[in-house]
T-cell receptor
């Protein structure tokens, strides 16, 4: 069964450094998402991406974040200058479509980001 | 303020028993409501998607209900199994002028004991 994959599974970085989290969505899916979950807290939506541009984004997704689909398979989340509070599990998800809001989102296993 | 609340915060039941998890929301305008299962350290897995017009939807041993008038949803798990131990997250989606918005609940942590 196709699945969303994410790399790395765990990333440790120093405050102020740039990190890139990578995701490979399910191949025939058109919509891609990033979420984060700070330890012990609820999942939070960051951004959705369709047709090579951001479709929606939350207040959390500020100028230090960016997303990109550099090729036909990868979907990346870049954090330009990491802060301690960026430490969280970051989940990528994809769906076939979105328009009718009835399409399931398939989540990847997550990347645990630790900022020291 | 758009919020999703879930109860109980945690629940412990014996294998084979049934349980019901609650979700109350103040989100408006409502688009759809989703229940996810999240195993520790893993991504959420979709269980059900419910629209305004749907009252009940089943997925195997999981049955979700929705009362759009009272803004309440429940997830009933029948004949629980050890593998049901996970967090169950209620997510309500609404639309505004800027597009889709996702409001996640804090989850209910379910532990199924042998």
């Amino acid at each position: 069964e196709p699945e969303v994959t994410q790399t790395p599974s765990h990333q440790v970085t120093q405050m102020g450094q740039e990190v890139i989290l990578r995701c490979v969505p399910i191949s025939n899916h058109l919509y891609f998402y990033w979420y984060r979950q700070i330890l012990g807290q609820k999942v939070e939506f960051l951004v959705s991406f369709y047709n090579n541009e951001i479709s929606e984004k939350s207040e959390i997704f500020d100028d230090q974040f960016s997303v990109e689909r550099p090729d036909g398979s990868n979907f990346t989340l870049k954090i330009r200058s990491t802060k301690l509070e960026d430490s969280a599990m970051y989940f990528c998800a994809s769906s076939e479509a979105w328009g009718g809001s009835m399409y399931e989102q398939y989540f990847g296993p997550g990347t645990r980001l630790t900022v020291t | 303020k758009n919020q999703v609340e879930q109860s109980p915060q945690s629940l412990i039941i014996l294998e084979g028993k049934n349980c019901t998890l609650q979700c109350n929301y103040t989100v408006s305008p409502f688009s759809n409501l989703r229940w996810y299962k999240q195993d520790t350290g893993r991504g959420p897995v979709s269980l059900t998607i419910m629209t305004f017009s749907e009252n009940t939807k089943s997925n195997g041993r999981y049955t979700a209900t929705l009362d759009a008038d009272t803004k309440q949803s429940s997830l009933h798990i029948t004949a629980s199994q050890l593998s049901d131990s996970a967090s169950y997250i209620c997510v309500v989606i609404y639309r505004d002028n800027y597009g889709q918005n996702f409001v996640f609940g804090p989850g209910t942590r379910l532990s199924v004991l042998p």
